[in-house]
C-alpha cells in the first residue's frame, strides 16, 4: 500500500515537472544580445516536489533520519549510564530538583492570584507592584519567537500569557454592571 501512493507520487511529481503550462515565456530578443544561461525559474511547490523527490532530496532525508537516530541512541545511551552508574544518578537527580526548584520559584510569585487578601484587596495592585519590580512581566516584555513573525503579528511567545494575569482563577466583576 505504501509502496504504491510512493509510486503515484512519483510519477505526478515526474508527469508535473516535465509541463511548461505556468513556466514564463523569455522575450524574444536578436540572438547576438543573448546570453547563455545556465539558472533555472524556481516556481514553488513543483520545484519542492523535483527537490523532495531527486537523489540529492533522497540523500538529504537519509541523512535526517540518521542524525535523529543518532541522537536518540545517544539520549538511550545516557540514560542507561544513570541507571547503571549511582554517581551520575545522583548528579542527574541534582539538576532535576534544581530546576523543579526554580520553577516553583518562578510560580510562587504569582501566589497573589488565589490569595484573599479580605475586603478591598485587589490582586491586581499586587500585580502592578511585582510588574514594577521586574518580577511579573506582562505579555509585551515576554521574548517572541521569530518565526512565527508575519502578517503584522509581533510573533508567538512560549508561555500561556492569561496565567501571568492579575484574576485568573478568581475572575473579575464590573461591580458598576447593574445587570450581573
Request: net charge negative; hydrophobic share 30%.
Amino acid at each position: 500500500m505504501m509502496a504504491s501512493s510512493t509510486k503515484s507520487l512519483l510519477m505526478i511529481a515526474l508527469i508535473v515537472s516535465s509541463c511548461s503550462a505556468f513556466q514564463p515565456t523569455t522575450p524574444i530578443a536578436p540572438t547576438h544580445l543573448k546570453t547563455p544561461t545556465t539558472s533555472s525559474l524556481q516556481m514553488g511547490i513543483f520545484d519542492d516536489l523535483k527537490l523532495i523527490f531527486s537523489e540529492e532530496g533522497q540523500k538529504n532525508r537519509a541523512e535526517y533520519i540518521e542524525r535523529e537516530k543518532e541522537e536518540q541512541m545517544e539520549a538511550q545511551r545516557l540514560i542507561m549510564e544513570r541507571r547503571t552508574d549511582p554517581s551520575k544518578m545522583a548528579e542527574y537527580m541534582d539538576t532535576v530538583e534544581t530546576n523543579r526548584g526554580k520553577l516553583q520559584e518562578e510560580r510562587s510569585v504569582y501566589d497573589f492570584q488565589t490569595k484573599n487578601g479580605g475586603e478591598g484587596y485587589d490582586p491586581l495592585d499586587e500585580w502592578k507592584r511585582l510588574k514594577k519590580e521586574g518580577k511579573v512581566k506582562s505579555q509585551s516584555d515576554l521574548e517572541r519567537d521569530e518565526g512565527s513573525r508575519r502578517l503584522g503579528s509581533e510573533g508567538l511567545v512560549e508561555v500561556r500569557t492569561d496565567e501571568r494575569l492579575p484574576y485568573i482563577d478568581q475572575g473579575w466583576v464590573d461591580e458598576s454592571d447593574e445587570s450581573g
